[in-house]
């Protein structure tokens, strides 16, 4: 680990010289580029997180890998070093630039592995998949777009188990079988709305015109206190969730599309729990019978 040199540290007083005007900035912003494509990557101590502004260097670092690109056009090359860039820079520390590749990617047409990319950059983001985390309203504007660029249905029962609310997602039980749970929501999706999920909450082709407030109503129905949800939608109406001419805006589409999420979720579990001879969910204690699934799958195998 190198430490930053003194002389880029944030001064009591709140003054700074880590600007790249000043001399000491711009040398270090050279040298920190240079280091890392000649393999030796600077790694910055994070201890003095407060008091330290490195993003900006950062932010150039980046920059760097992109017009490395223009010049070498090698993507190959290119995902090498943004690679490297990522294993040695925290998520905090790429904050400023965090989807900044995926767009990238995009720009070059390279769809699928921008929407790869940004799957990993979702995970990595939220601790990793197992952990208990969900979209932001701007991860699901950015599958929204994805769908777009895409011209086809994207969305698979991941996506859909990140979308619905934390309190409103699978038992213990569905989520120690999460691999089966999702597979089994993706034949949902598949076999029941042929594969389409974000094209049934909108009115147009491009996802940009939103359906009259009362289609999507359909989708708050499983809610235990639906009603009293209901009441509150219509008392923040027409500002908060619909327009003056009664069209929804992305807000209640947005919590309409995490409300059917959390819907499906239930759904795949029980379809899971059907495959293997369980009861539906609250029906019944379920450990028994997914013992004995367990021992009978491993059984067969020998």
């Known amino acids: 680990m190198i430490d930053v040199p003194p002389y880029y540290i944030i001064r009591p007083d709140g003054s700074s010289n880590t600007s790249k005007r000043n001399p000491n900035g711009q040398e270090f912003c050279k040298k920190f580029i240079s280091s890392f494509f000649n393999g030796e990557p600077i790694l910055l101590d994070y201890r003095d997180k407060e008091n330290i502004r490195l993003d900006r260097y950062i932010r150039d670092l980046y920059f760097a890998i992109e017009k490395d690109f223009e010049e070498?056009?090698?993507?190959?090359?290119?995902?090498?070093?943004?690679?490297?860039f990522k294993s040695n820079y925290s998520y905090h520390l790429r904050w400023p630039v965090y989807e900044f590749f995926v767009q990238f990617l995009i720009d070059k047409n390279m769809l699928t592995?921008?929407?790869?990319e940004w799957n990993k950059l979702q995970s990595e983001?939220?601790?990793?998949?197992?952990?208990?985390?969900?979209?932001?309203?701007?991860?699901?504007?950015?599958?929204?777009?994805?769908?777009?660029?895409?011209?086809k249905p994207i969305i698979k029962g991941e996506h859909l188990?990140?979308?619905?609310?934390?309190?409103?997602?699978?038992?213990?039980?569905g989520k120690n079988n999460l691999t089966e749970v999702l597979k089994a929501i993706d034949t949902i999706i598949s076999s029941l709305y042929d594969g389409k999920f974000i094209s049934r909450f909108f009115a147009d082709n491009e996802y940009k015109i939103g359906l009259p407030k009362e289609e999507y109503i359909q989708y708050f129905n499983h809610k235990p206190k639906f009603k009293d949800y209901i009441l509150w939608i219509n008392s923040k109406a027409p500002n908060y969730y619909c327009k003056k001419n009664g069209l929804a805006k992305r807000k209640l589409i947005y919590?309409?599309?995490c409300s059917e999420a959390s819907r499906l979720l239930?759904?795949?579990?029980?379809?899971?729990?059907?495959?293997i001879?369980?009861?539906?969910?609250?029906?019944?204690w379920i450990s028994e019978t997914e013992l004995y699934y367990k021992v009978k799958k491993a059984f067969n195998k020998i």
């Open 72 to 84: 070498y056009n090698d993507i190959e090359r290119t995902f090498n070093f943004y690679n490297i």
């Open 113 to 116: 592995e921008a929407f790869e």
């Open 125 to 151: 983001e939220g601790g990793g998949f197992s952990m208990n985390w969900t979209y932001r309203d701007s991860a699901i504007r950015k599958l929204i777009e994805f769908e777009s660029l895409f011209k």
């Open 161 to 173: 188990f990140r979308m619905a609310p934390k309190d409103s997602q699978l038992t213990k039980f």
């Open 255 to 257: 919590a309409a599309m």
């Open 266 to 275: 239930r759904e795949g579990e029980n379809k899971y729990r059907q495959i």
């Open 277 to 284: 001879g369980a009861k539906k969910i609250g029906e019944s």
